[in-house]
């Protein structure tokens, strides 16, 4: 009787060890991945297949996919989270016939539109999104993937919502921790383009056109999330792009593209400091036309400041250019795009060419063109060459090719498996080989 039990304690143990174990591995998938360059904007067609405002173009596959029926008009603005998850903004009310306002949310591991938590009932006729954010959680649960990611939402534009028993107006901000949508302290702005969270941090920038209780205009808002309260930022108007990168010479820098900055020196792009609110051109000069839009990548030069991208209309004939270091702004390869940059963004390091997007790869996107650089063969490539379109976003993103698997059922609860790492899973190996060798000579 005692052997049956000890034996059958053995196998217990046995199962929860390599159960427990066995969730921690499958919860965070990463090879194979695809690279993927998705799109949003106002087009009904692309190469004669119907996509409706919003796709992507696979890099490995070399082809346009769509995501389920699009929407049912523009797509203003696009972006991705750290998990690789599609945003999508604009002037359009349905998903298919799904109505779901002007803001949707594409899971990329399931290939879906998920429920957001709004709907077009919820925002008066005629809102439109022109600018979001966002920033995750580095940890989720399998439940999670099924819909919205724990990750804040920021969304701005020109409409008015109401939620959660409050209205907002132009802005409007999901709380992962409370689950639900809030509305934020009073801003008086007319138009807002562009938003950008500082990581790990409680300040989001707004680019646009503002105003305080004096009516003086702004062109740069700052909301602190800790005090609930905006801050006006002197010096910019007719912002284009916010861009926040804490590999940027340190963390409290900032790259802004503008029309007009007080400090003089300044022409189409300043640095930010966020410390002692200084503007630089630490970021270089555009001396001539206008910018639209910043990335930026450390290591592709011998310079640890690194290189900064910049797309729109200006450097004379090309539309996009490359600084690297302290250098000059110039045309990258020789077959440079000319036509005005609406949506631009960048492959990074991460050696990824077996998807077709090696560190330094530019796309591009306006009115009726879609270009890429490919930095293995230095030279850009068209991928579209029809015309009648409008694309106004792009985001390029890595992701794996299988969605991630449902878990295995475990003893444990969720707050418990979260903590099991790796580390702990050897421990508890070498704590079921001792704890066997114990049984085993007790038996005999």
């Given at each position: 009787?005692?052997?049956?039990?000890?034996?059958?304690?053995?196998?217990?143990?046995?199962?929860?060890?390599?159960?427990?174990?066995?969730?921690?591995?499958?919860?965070?998938?990463?090879?194979?991945?695809?690279?993927?360059?998705?799109?949003?904007?106002?087009?009904?067609?692309?190469?004669?297949?119907?996509?409706?405002?919003?796709?992507?173009?696979?890099?490995?596959?070399?082809?346009?996919?769509?995501?389920?029926?699009?929407?049912?008009?523009?797509?203003?603005?696009?972006?991705?989270?750290?998990?690789?998850?599609?945003?999508?903004?604009?002037?359009?009310?349905?998903?298919?016939?799904?109505?779901?306002?002007?803001?949707?949310?594409w899971n990329v591991y399931h290939s879906k539109w998920v429920d957001t938590g709004l709907s077009s009932s919820d925002f008066t006729p005629g809102s439109v999104v022109t600018a979001i954010s966002t920033e995750c959680t580095n940890s989720y649960d399998f439940d999670s993937t099924q819909g919205l990611f724990?990750?804040?939402?920021?969304?701005?534009?020109?409409?008015?919502?109401?939620?959660?028993?409050?209205?907002?107006?132009?802005?409007?901000?999901?709380?992962?921790?409370?689950?639900?949508?809030?509305?934020?302290?009073?801003?008086?702005?007319?138009?807002?383009?562009?938003?950008?969270?500082?990581?790990?941090?409680?300040?989001?920038?707004?680019?646009?056109?503002?105003?305080?209780?004096?009516?003086?205009?702004?062109?740069?808002?700052?909301?602190?999330?800790?005090?609930?309260?905006?801050?006006?930022?002197?010096?910019?108007?007719?912002?284009?792009?916010?861009?926040?990168?804490?590999?940027?010479?340190?963390?409290?820098?900032?790259?802004?593209?503008?029309?007009?900055?007080?400090?003089?020196?300044?022409?189409?792009?300043?640095?930010?400091?966020?410390?002692?609110?200084?503007?630089?051109?630490?970021?270089?000069?555009?001396?001539?036309?206008?910018?639209?839009?910043?990335?930026?990548?450390?290591?592709?030069?011998?310079?640890?400041?690194?290189?900064?991208?910049?797309?729109?209309?200006?450097?004379?004939?090309?539309?996009?250019?490359?600084?690297?270091?302290?250098?000059?702004?110039?045309?990258?390869?020789?077959?440079?795009?000319?036509?005005?940059?609406?949506?631009?963004?960048?492959?990074?390091?991460?050696?990824?060419?077996?998807?077709?997007?090696?560190?330094?790869?530019?796309?591009?996107?306006?009115?009726?063109?879609?270009?890429?650089?490919?930095?293995?063969?230095?030279?850009?490539?068209?991928?579209?060459?029809?015309?009648?379109?409008?694309?106004?976003?792009?985001?390029?993103?890595?992701?794996?090719?299988?969605?991630?698997?449902?878990?295995?059922?475990?003893?444990?609860?969720?707050?418990?498996?979260?903590?099991?790492?790796?580390?702990?899973?050897?421990?508890?190996?070498?704590?079921?080989?001792?704890?066997?060798?114990?049984?085993?000579?007790?038996?005999?």
């Amino acid at each position: 009787m005692v052997k049956t039990l000890l034996s059958a304690a053995a196998c217990v143990l046995f199962f929860i060890t390599t159960t427990a174990c066995m969730v921690s591995a499958i919860a965070l998938p990463s090879i194979p991945v695809s690279t993927r360059i998705y799109i949003g904007g106002s087009f009904t067609t692309l190469n004669d297949t119907r996509y409706n405002n919003v796709a992507y173009y696979d890099l490995k596959e070399k082809s346009f996919k769509a995501m389920e029926n699009g929407t049912n008009d523009e797509v203003k603005v696009l972006t991705t989270d750290s998990y690789g998850n599609v945003y999508i903004g604009g002037a359009f009310t349905q998903l298919g016939t799904k109505k779901s306002g002007p803001l949707a949310v594409w899971n990329v591991y399931h290939s879906k539109w998920v429920d957001t938590g709004l709907s077009s009932s919820d925002f008066t006729p005629g809102s439109v999104v022109t600018a979001i954010s966002t920033e995750c959680t580095n940890s989720y649960d399998f439940d999670s993937t099924q819909g919205l990611f724990p990750c804040d939402i920021y969304i701005a534009g020109n409409f008015k919502a109401s939620v959660s028993g409050s209205n907002a107006t132009n802005i409007l901000y999901y709380h992962h921790k409370n689950k639900k949508w809030e509305t934020q302290a009073t801003l008086n702005a007319t138009y807002i383009t562009v938003i950008s969270k500082v990581v790990n941090n409680n300040m989001v920038f707004y680019g646009g056109k503002f105003h305080d209780a004096n009516g003086k205009e702004y062109g740069l808002a700052m909301y602190d999330t800790s005090s609930s309260s905006w801050i006006m930022i002197d010096g910019v108007s007719g912002v284009t792009d916010i861009y926040y990168n804490s590999h940027i010479y340190s963390s409290d820098n900032m790259f802004i593209s503008a029309s007009i900055f007080a400090y003089s020196q300044c022409k189409g792009i300043c640095n930010f400091n966020l410390r002692d609110g200084s503007w630089t051109t630490r970021s270089g000069i555009i001396s001539t036309g206008s910018v639209n839009k910043i990335r930026y990548i450390n290591g592709l030069s011998a310079s640890n400041v690194g290189s900064i991208f910049v797309g729109g209309s200006f450097m004379s004939e090309s539309s996009v250019g490359r600084r690297d270091g302290t250098g000059e702004y110039s045309a990258i390869s020789t077959n440079y795009p000319k036509e005005t940059v609406l949506g631009m963004d960048i492959c990074g390091l991460k050696a990824y060419d077996v998807t077709g997007c090696k560190g330094g790869s530019v796309a591009v996107v306006g009115q009726n063109f879609f270009k890429f650089y490919d930095a293995n063969d230095n030279m850009w490539k068209s991928l579209l060459s029809e015309n009648g379109f409008v694309l106004n976003s792009i985001s390029i993103t890595n992701i794996p090719e299988m969605p991630i698997p449902s878990p295995i059922p475990s003893p444990f609860p969720s707050s418990v498996q979260a903590k099991i790492s790796s580390s702990e899973c050897n421990s508890f190996k070498v704590l079921l080989f001792i704890t066997f060798l114990f049984i085993f000579h007790l038996i005999n």
